[in-house]
């Protein structure tokens, strides 16, 4: 059995190699323990990432054992819905609306969705300038993720976390996620 051992802080920060690593470890294992025992924290883009990894996990019947995850994380949804959705086998796209104050996550499925313009009005109190470019960034990734990796689906995160907004889109298509 082979192991996964989760950075200290997972998620924005984290090398891209070895994002790469990990997603190649979950698709090649049988059997695949997570170690959580160095995380220290979850960024928003770790969120988005745990959504593709688990449907990774799905496609390639890896089953997955956490190890040291801490009471700090148990509680957040999408830990939960990573390990629930791995453990069962059984992938569904729309357990991973994940909607609060400061914080968005959602997945859709092979078009261009326009959601988020509700959602960012509904969740952050950006101002007009900031509205308008988290809006078109997230129009042009979304469009991108659609119309040129080939994926049926993807991933859309924004949140603001020590006064900076943290964006971006995740897609299961033709290159890495």
Same mark, same amino acid.
């Given at each position: ?8 802080v ?7 190699s ?6 190649q ?23 988005a ?6 449907e990774?996990?799905?496609?390639s ?12 994380f ?12 791995v453990?069962?086998g ?9 909607l609060?104050? %400061?914080?968005? #996550? ?7 969705v326009?959601i988020? !313009?509700?959602?960012l *009005?509904? /969740? @952050? ?7 308008? %470019?988290?809006? #078109? ?10 119309d !040129?990796?080939?994926? *049926?689906? /993807? @991933? ?11 964006l ?9 996620p």
């Amino acid at each position: 059995m082979s192991t996964l051992l989760i950075s200290k802080v997972f998620g924005d920060s984290t090398k891209l190699s070895q994002l790469v690593t990990y997603q190649q470890l979950i698709k090649t294992s049988k059997k695949l323990n997570i170690n959580w025992k160095k995380t220290a924290d979850l960024q928003p883009a770790g969120c988005a990432i745990l959504a593709c990894y688990a449907e990774i996990a799905i496609e390639s019947k890896c089953k997955i054992k956490s190890v040291g995850l801490k009471k700090l994380f148990k509680n957040k949804k999408y830990v939960e819905t990573f390990l629930s959705q791995v453990k069962e086998g059984k992938f569904d796209l729309s357990q991973w609306e994940m909607l609060k104050d %400061n914080f968005i #996550l959602f997945g859709a499925r092979g078009k261009i969705v326009t959601i988020f !313009h509700d959602y960012l *009005d509904q /969740y @952050f109190s950006l101002k007009d300038d900031d509205n308008y %470019n988290v809006r #078109l960034i997230l129009s042009e990734l979304i469009s991108n993720a659609v119309d !040129h990796s080939g994926a *049926d689906r /993807y @991933f859309v995160y924004v949140a603001i976390e020590d006064s900076e907004i943290h964006l971006g889109v995740l897609d299961m298509g033709v290159s890495i996620p």
